[in-house]
T-cell receptor, first 115, second 114 residues
Framework: AQSVAQPEDQVNVAEGNPLTVKCTYSVSGNPYLFWYVQYPNRGLQFLLKYITGDNLVKGSYGFEAEFNKSQTSFHLKKPSALVSDSALYFCAVRDLNSGNTPLVFGKGTRLSVIA | ETGVTQSPTHLIKTRGQQVTLRCSSQSGHNTVSWYQQALGQGPQFIFQYYREEENGRGNFPPRFSGLQFPNYSSELNVNALELDDSALYLC?????????????FGPGTRLTVL
């Protein structure tokens, strides 16, 4: 079975500082990993994904994520946080070796960027 | 290009009632997936429709059912509502049934069951 964990319910960071939102996953095969962001009263917006290739993936709005196979992690990062980055962030995983199974989402991490 | 839209925005029902939620997919997309997002949780996959047929289902009981129409819009029907059905219901559209395809989400319908 595939699963994803976001160990922090809330992350607080000062504007201009780097931010990291953590994600670890568990799959039996190769992972297909996503990050989505959810603003209040909005649906999920795609940020970035990893399937293969370079371990550092660059996405929308200046976000990037680093795939680490040995640590089974896919942490989301941004060099300089903006107040407008405050939102709910979801990591999701799919096992590429288990057929056409759906994405499994983490519980989400609420990011608060303080001016 | 229009995005994914959902109606209604909010809905209040009582236990035992039935509800229908609607989703219009993004222009050109032929696949719709439905998710339930309970408070404080991530979205959970309910089912997917591809070219008017169900194409995969998550761990939800049969009282959760759906339809997809020739224009690829979709409905989610829930019968015999329970208190635990209170959640944000998200619809996502994509091009093709491959689960690796990028999904575009609507704003959701918030259902409250009293």
């Amino acid at each position: 079975a595939q699963s994803v964990a976001q160990p922090e319910d809330q992350v607080n960071v000062a504007e201009g500082n780097p931010l990291t939102v953590k994600c670890t996953y568990s799959v039996s095969g190769n992972p297909y990993l996503f990050w989505y962001v959810q603003y209040p009263n909005r649906g999920l917006q795609f940020l970035l994904k990893y399937i293969t290739g370079d371990n550092l993936v660059k996405g929308s709005y200046g976000f990037e994520a680093e795939f680490n196979k040995s640590q089974t992690s896919f942490h989301l990062k941004k060099p300089s946080a903006l107040v407008s980055d405050s939102a709910l962030y979801f990591c999701a995983v799919r096992d590429l070796n288990s057929g056409n199974t759906p994405l499994v989402f983490g519980k989400g991490t609420r990011l608060s960027v303080i001016a | 290009e229009t995005g994914v839209t959902q109606s209604p925005t909010h809905l209040i029902k009582t236990r035992g009632q039935q509800v229908t939620l609607r989703c219009s997919s993004q222009s050109g997309h032929n696949t719709v997936s439905w998710y339930q997002q309970a408070l404080g949780q991530g979205p959970q996959f309910i089912f997917q429709y591809y070219r008017e047929e169900e194409n995969g289902r998550g761990n939800f009981p049969p009282r959760f059912s759906g339809l997809q129409f020739p224009n690829y819009s979709s409905e989610l029907n829930v019968n015999a509502l329970e208190l635990d059905d209170s959640a944000l219901y998200l619809c996502a559209s994509s091009l093709g049934a491959d689960r690796d395809n990028e999904q575009f989400f609507g704003p959701g319908t918030r259902l409250t069951v009293l």
